[in-house]
């Protein structure tokens, strides 16, 4: 192969090149089409919000019988399946301007323009023959690192529900990040999406051990529709502005800055309901100092050393979920 020539070129010119046929889809080393609605969706939402699209690789090559060059796709098929499923009326996506999902017909004529002009990265592979190809395609499609259980969530699930953690956990990346609750290690690893993701769950079923099965459940049943997503995000915003408004050090000198933690305050604070800025603030300032008190465990109150022995062992499991919970709501109360 002589190299990889890179250019931008517009939605329109791809569905100009099916039109005339002069594109390949499928040529025989390809996948078949796998991805199903909640995938298309997604595609289509990620031009809408104007985020990056990895770049389509296509091999020119000359069909002798019909005279003619030929663009064959290597890897991007199932990206320009969904561009066409979208612009034919197949499928719908969430629109970053619009409480509903869209069609493509609903578009004005300044939206439909505007998303067919976008711009998407394609790499030309010249003078590349089929073992090039070959070699070029197993190693776009292979993966470079063991995946964890939300990265695998996150790689399996494409619909709404994993749409609505995502944003949830990227608009409270400075919260992340200014109370020390999850490094940049973290955060790369997904973890904070996991985070959101399983207190999600938990607040729409009721408190629960951690469980990277339910979790996955929970994903696929509302990959093609979560309903709940703006009561849901309406509830999440009010606790997290509440929490974003404390003093700074509060969380991150205390223990609510371990997630375990900063989990069942959240749980409270959603069950409860209306809680001042200057009684939170005294509330974690409170149950820090007893957690942290040089007085032995054994030697503690009942509650106190139930709630220490919770926030220590098995933070995961519902029982400490529980006693953590009852523990800070007599505290919010």
């Given at each position: 192969?002589?190299?990889?020539?890179?250019?931008?070129?517009?939605?329109?010119?791809?569905?100009?090149?099916?039109?005339?046929?002069?594109?390949?889809?499928?040529?025989?080393?390809?996948?078949?089409?796998?991805?199903?609605?909640?995938?298309?969706?997604?595609?289509?939402?990620?031009?809408?919000?104007?985020?990056?699209?990895p770049t389509l690789y296509i091999r020119h090559r000359l069909d002798l019988e019909?005279?003619?060059?030929?663009?064959?796709?290597?890897?991007?098929?199932?990206?320009?399946?969904?561009?066409?499923?979208?612009?034919?009326?197949?499928?719908?996506?969430?629109?970053?301007?619009?409480?509903?999902?869209?069609?493509?017909?609903?578009?004005?004529?300044?939206?439909?323009?505007?998303?067919?002009?976008?711009?998407?990265?394609?790499?030309?592979?010249?003078?590349?023959?089929?073992?090039?190809?070959?070699?070029?395609f197993g190693r776009i499609n292979s993966v470079a690192k063991t995946l964890n259980?939300?990265?695998?969530?996150?790689?399996?699930?494409?619909?709404?529900?994993?749409?609505?953690?995502?944003?949830?956990?990227?608009?409270?990346?400075?919260?992340?990040?200014?109370?020390?609750?999850?490094?940049?290690?973290?955060?790369?690893?997904?973890?904070?999406?996991?985070?959101?993701?399983?207190?999600?769950?938990?607040?729409?079923?009721?408190?629960?051990?951690?469980?990277?099965?339910?979790?996955?459940?929970?994903?696929?049943?509302?990959?093609?529709?979560?309903?709940?997503?703006?009561?849901?995000?309406e509830r999440l915003e009010s606790v997290f502005s509440l929490l974003s408004s404390?003093?700074?050090?509060?969380?991150?000198?205390?223990?609510?800055?371990?997630?375990?933690?900063?989990?069942?305050?959240?749980?409270?604070?959603?069950?409860?309901?209306?809680?001042?800025?200057?009684?939170?603030?005294?509330?974690?300032?409170?149950?820090?100092?007893?957690?942290?008190?040089?007085?032995?465990?054994?030697?503690?109150?009942?509650?106190?050393?139930?709630?220490?022995?919770?926030?220590?062992?098995?933070?995961?499991?519902?029982?400490?979920?529980?006693?953590?919970?009852?523990?800070?709501?007599?505290?919010?109360?």
């Amino acid at each position: 192969m002589d190299r990889v020539d890179y250019e931008s070129v517009v939605i329109q010119d791809i569905l100009n090149w099916i039109k005339a046929e002069e594109i390949d889809l499928e040529p025989w080393y390809q996948r078949r089409s796998v991805w199903l609605t909640p995938q298309k969706s997604f595609l289509i939402n990620t031009i809408f919000e104007q985020k990056p699209v990895p770049t389509l690789y296509i091999r020119h090559r000359l069909d002798l019988e019909r005279e003619r060059s030929m663009k064959e796709v290597v890897d991007g098929q199932q990206r320009i399946r969904a561009i066409v499923a979208f612009v034919s009326g197949e499928i719908s996506a969430r629109h970053p301007q619009k409480t509903k999902r869209v069609a493509y017909g609903s578009l004005s004529s300044s939206e439909k323009e505007r998303f067919l002009m976008t711009k998407l990265s394609v790499g030309y592979l010249i003078g590349a023959d089929e073992k090039d190809v070959i070699d070029i395609f197993g190693r776009i499609n292979s993966v470079a690192k063991t995946l964890n259980e939300q990265e695998k969530r996150n790689a399996k699930y494409s619909g709404e529900f994993k749409q609505f953690c995502l944003k949830e956990a990227s608009e409270r990346l400075p919260f992340w990040r200014e109370n020390r609750i999850f490094s940049a290690n973290d955060i790369a690893r997904m973890q904070e999406v996991q985070f959101i993701s399983d207190l999600i769950l938990n607040l729409e079923s009721g408190l629960s051990d951690y469980s990277s099965a339910k979790l996955n459940r929970i994903y696929q049943q509302f990959d093609e529709d979560y309903p709940s997503w703006k009561v849901m995000g309406e509830r999440l915003e009010s606790v997290f502005s509440l929490l974003s408004s404390l003093h700074p050090g509060v969380i991150p000198d205390s223990i609510f800055r371990r997630p375990p933690l900063l989990f069942s305050l959240i749980m409270a604070l959603d069950d409860v309901g209306k809680v001042s800025e200057k009684n939170l603030n005294s509330v974690i300032k409170k149950i820090d100092s007893r957690f942290n008190t040089d007085i032995p465990v054994s030697e503690r109150p009942k509650k106190d050393a139930n709630f220490a022995i919770a926030a220590t062992s098995s933070t995961q499991r519902i029982a400490s979920r529980r006693i953590r919970h009852s523990y800070i709501k007599s505290y919010l109360a």
